[in-house]
């Protein structure tokens, strides 16, 4: 039955989910169960996509993404594919009848990361940012909403802020990285100068702005999606804090992290917020 192999697949995003990011599986975790396989089918896809062009430097990129490219067109065709990540996100996006648009934005971000390092004009780097991130943001609202399009459609901004938000976020982390090891350089701030006090409070000014933005939506999402929505956004709160807090030499030259207890207190208080209605 093909109700088996899509179970399967489900739980394969699943494992891709816990294998590449502990925090954001924590998350789902407080979703309600029954759109939890459905995060975890978009986080597989997305990841699967994102693994190519980041890490695979050992191989052809350009050849296994554009395979990637045919597999998922034949996926959404066909509704099926023996790609048991690519089947579990056909499947969602089939039942929250997620927009064509969003996926192929995302491509065209990902498919950019095989030959584009550098983001020079704030045109090229916000469209680089909603392809990559933001439109991820409204294919796990499709899910929150679901089929609620008018919900959608109010919630549609603040989904996009948190999703650019975490995606700035996580540039500022891995800011090392990206440039060491995949020479990129995503924000324009740094086209023409270094990373420095000035460069650095200017991305977090706008983080700060694009969280607060995202802030409004949280408070509007269905119960089933608030708590696991509000918990992510706490965690990366907390990950910018600890950018702000951390020397300049240390944001270039480290990965900043938030410890496990840190994160694990972060829950409580999310849990006491969510429970006392005070999100």
């Not at 489900?10 to 759109?35: D, R």
């Not at 980041?54 to 509704?79: G, M, N, R, W």
């Amino acid at each position: 039955m093909k109700a088996i192999f899509d179970n399967v697949s489900e739980n394969c995003s699943q494992e891709f989910t816990k294998g590449y990011s502990t925090s954001f599986s924590l998350a789902v975790k407080m979703l309600s169960p029954n759109i939890q396989g459905a995060i975890h089918s978009i986080y597989g896809f997305v990841r699967l996509a994102d693994e190519i062009v980041d890490s695979f430097h050992d191989y052809d990129k350009e050849k296994l993404f554009a395979k990637l490219e045919v597999d998922l067109a034949l996926s959404l065709e066909q509704k099926i594919s023996l790609n048991p990540v690519l089947n579990a996100f056909q499947q969602v996006v089939h039942q929250y009848n997620i927009d064509e648009h969003l996926i192929d934005a995302f491509m065209k971000s990902m498919k950019a990361d095989l030959h584009k390092s550098t983001y020079e004009s704030i045109e090229d780097y916000e469209d680089y940012i909603y392809g990559s991130a933001d439109v991820v943001g409204l294919m796990c609202l499709k899910v929150f909403v679901n089929g609620d399009q008018e919900q959608y459609e109010a919630l549609k901004n603040s989904a996009m802020k948190l999703g650019s938000a975490f995606q700035k976020v996580n540039f500022l982390r891995d800011l090392k990285d990206d440039m060491e090891t995949l020479d990129r350089t995503y924000f324009p701030h740094l086209s023409n100068q270094s990373f420095n006090e000035e460069t650095k409070d200017q991305i977090v000014k706008e983080i700060s702005e694009d969280f607060a933005e995202a802030y409004i939506g949280i408070k509007q999402l269905p119960l089933e999606a608030r708590f696991g929505v509000y918990t992510a956004y706490i965690y990366y709160k907390r990950l910018l804090k600890n950018i702000i807090k951390a020397e300049v030499e240390e944001v270039a030259n480290n990965r900043i992290r938030v410890s496990n207890p840190v994160k694990i207190a972060l829950l409580a208080k999310s849990f006491v917020s969510y429970k006392l209605d005070l999100i």
